[in-house]
């Protein structure tokens, strides 16, 4: 069983702060994704990792995948109110049968206060 | 164009009983895949369907089980139902991956909210 282990687990920040979560596994994933969810909602997409040692912007978010292809991290510059809500990484094994597969973490619950 | 659809939103069901829950994939999306998601945590790969068959499931016991339809929909029955099967089941679609290729984006639905009592 691939497991994907998020820190932290909850994290409360004022509005203009920066943060950075976290996701490490011990397996090697072929790709990684981050989703964001807000209440109510199914999660979205906002990423997709694929080179060991990637980095992607997204406006006000950075991810990086790991040069061994075992972790990743989103780096949030300024965080908005809007920033708000569950972000959770996930993980796809390299496998012809595997389709798009994903092992997901335990989930980074972010509040960002005005 | 439409998004993946789920019904019923909220259920509410007691111990014992069975339960389906059904999904709509996005037009042209073949693959159609369960999680299970408990106290707003992360979420847990139930099963995938891909062109009318199981392809993978799961570490869940034998009471979850689903099917695909021939238009793609797809639904995630539950039997015997116990206090720990209270959660949001989620349902997302996605195109076939390519062979060799990177992990494609999965479109996930609002959750259909199960509450065993």
């Known amino acids: 069983t691939q497991l994907l282990e998020q820190s932290p687990q909850f994290l409360s920040i004022q509005e203009g702060e920066n943060l950075t979560v976290y996701c490490n596994s011990s397996s090697v994933f072929s790709s990684l994704q981050w989703y964001r969810q807000e209440p109510g909602e199914g999660p979205v997409l906002l990423v997709t990792v694929v080179t060991g040692g990637e980095v992607k912007k997204l406006k006000r978010l950075t991810f990086q995948f790991g040069d061994a292809r075992k972790d990743s991290s989103l780096h949030i510059t300024a965080a908005q109110p809007g920033d708000t809500g569950l972000y959770l990484c996930a993980g796809a094994r390299r496998s012809r049968d595997a389709g798009n597969m994903l092992t997901f973490g335990g989930g980074t619950r972010l509040m960002v206060k005005p | 164009e439409a998004g993946v659809t789920q019904s019923p939103t909220h259920l509410i069901k007691t111990r014992g009983q069975q339960v389906t829950l059904r999904c709509s994939p996005i037009?042209?999306?073949?693959?159609v895949y369960w999680y299970q998601q408990a106290l707003g945590l992360g979420l847990q790969f139930l099963l995938w369907y891909d062109e009318g068959e199981e392809r993978n499931r799961g570490n869940f016991p034998p009471r979850f089980s689903g099917r695909q339809f021939p238009n793609y929909s797809s639904e995630l029955n539950v039997n015997a139902l116990e206090l720990e099967d209270s959660a949001l089941y989620l349902c997302?679609?996605?195109?076939?991956?390519?062979?060799?290729?990177?992990?494609?984006?999965?479109?996930f639905g609002e959750g259909s909210r199960l509450t065993v009592l």
């Open positions: 997302a679609s996605s195109l076939r991956r390519l062979a060799g290729g990177p992990v494609r984006e999965l479109f």
């Open positions: 037009s042209g999306h073949t693959s």
